[in-house]
């Protein structure tokens, strides 16, 4: 009997050491070859230096063309018997080709946070105003929420997001799955061997800079934040890393003022644990941040805001402090890194957050069950869906037949 097919769609390539969506891209491809699937993997993008190389745990990968018949071809050869969409855009531009040629596949969305609302956080926030539940009547969320109706099953990664979906949206729980980012036993174990108090310093602040709210988080310490801690810890630095950094973010690089842009991290491990505090003053965004969780698994407090630390600690206390104001976080970062008695509190609190929280065994046999049941109920889970059946109706309709018209366009140099 042959081993099922997975077919993993995405506009990016898997690049673990520049972002959590990297890493749990990589968590996704390893589970489900634990569970004997062949991964097969697609993406619209050029070949990327940083990319992880798949052939390595082999895993096959192609580039695909939008709007272009030649998907059609290798979707309809590959006959997968399930397919895994990197964000709702993917599904939106391949999600009617698959249903066209491979029908009894099982199709599945993973988000990695939720568009529509760290869309309309930006724009509230890029506006000087209060978020309302209102704002969300967008058009990233129609485009959005239709793309999690027309799949079998989508992966979030938030709980709080899940809520959203289920009470504001009115998403079908069947449809739905919780799954944030994973931590392996192996790290949980080795927490005890993590940098001490007395052999880390300075500040630290991590994250790709392709993602909008990390942009503006180094704007936020550059300007708001680190002038004033600066004053109350002179000695200390503000150690910033990231992938892809811009022009715009390397000119912010001051070390007279103690303010370093270093690029790209060889090692996230490395420079978090060696770092006695996190910063990240996040104004906007959602999902899981993984620079947080990070944070935890390296044995580093950090201060954050709400909005940072949306849906990450449960009922559990931080690892540090969650302050919305400047004042309030400027002095929260100053003294976990001065008061060594606090700190140690503070990283058993992130210990206890990854511990019951994250870690893999707590999520993995829930997802193959639900893949399992989906596989064996595939019909029965549709028939329920009607919204679904209907969406997906008018994109092989409309979108499908849009695509194609594209494509004869392209083919004639209009």
């Known amino acids: 009997m042959q081993n099922p097919k997975l077919l993993i769609i995405s506009s990016v390539w898997v690049e673990p050491q520049s972002s959590a969506a990297g890493s749990r891209m990589l968590q996704l491809i390893r589970f489900f070859q634990s569970e004997g699937y062949e991964v097969v993997y697609a993406s619209t993008a050029s070949a990327s230096e940083f990319a992880f190389d798949l052939k390595k745990i082999d895993v096959a990968s192609h580039i695909v063309l939008l709007n272009d018949s030649s998907f059609d071809a290798f979707v309809k050869g590959l006959q997968p018997d399930a397919v895994l969409f990197d964000r709702f855009m993917v599904e939106e531009q391949f999600g009617s080709r698959v249903s066209a040629h491979c029908p009894d596949a099982v199709k599945i969305l993973d988000t990695e946070d939720l568009h529509c609302l760290r869309d309309v956080r930006k724009n509230a926030y890029k506006k000087g105003l209060a978020f309302q539940m209102d704002m969300l009547f967008s058009e990233v969320a129609k485009r959005e929420i239709a793309s999690i109706f027309r799949c079998d099953l989508t992966l979030m990664i938030s709980e709080f997001e899940i809520m959203l979906l289920e009470d504001f949206f009115r998403v079908d729980k069947s449809l739905l799955h919780y799954l944030p980012i994973l931590i392996d036993q192996k790290a949980i174990a080795e927490f005890d061997k993590r940098a001490s108090f007395a052999k880390r310093k300075d500040f630290v602040f ?37 992938a892809y950094p811009s022009q715009k973010v390397l000119q912010l690089h001051n070390p007279a003022e103690h303010f370093f842009i270093n690029g790209r991290a060889e090692s996230a491990d490395e420079v978090i644990e060696q770092s006695r505090v996190l910063l990240a003053p996040i104004r906007f965004g959602a999902g899981i ?40 976080f400027v002095n929260a970062a100053a003294v976990l890194y001065s008061d060594e008695m606090l700190w140690s509190e503070a990283q058993q609190k992130g210990i206890e957050i990854v511990s019951q929280r994250f870690s893999e065994d707590l999520f993995l046999p829930d997802l193959r069950s639900k893949i399992e049941t989906l596989r064996d109920n595939l019909t029965a889970h549709r028939q329920k869906n009607f919204i679904g059946a209907m969406l997906q109706h008018h994109t092989m309709q409309s979108t499908y037949y849009m695509s194609k018209w594209i494509e004869e366009k392209n083919k004639k140099g209009v």
């Open 206 to 242: 991590i994250g790709n800079f392709l993602h909008e709210p990390n942009w503006n988080c180094v704007q936020v310490l550059k300007t708001e934040i680190w002038p004033e801690l600066r004053k109350r810890l002179p000695e200390a630095k503000m150690q910033i890393y990231g």
């Open 289 to 328: 941040k993984g620079k947080l969780l990070e944070a935890m698994v390296c044995g580093t407090p950090s201060v954050t805001t709400s909005i940072g630390a949306e849906a990450m600690p449960g009922n559990l206390p931080w690892n540090g402090f969650i302050c919305d104001d400047n004042e309030g």
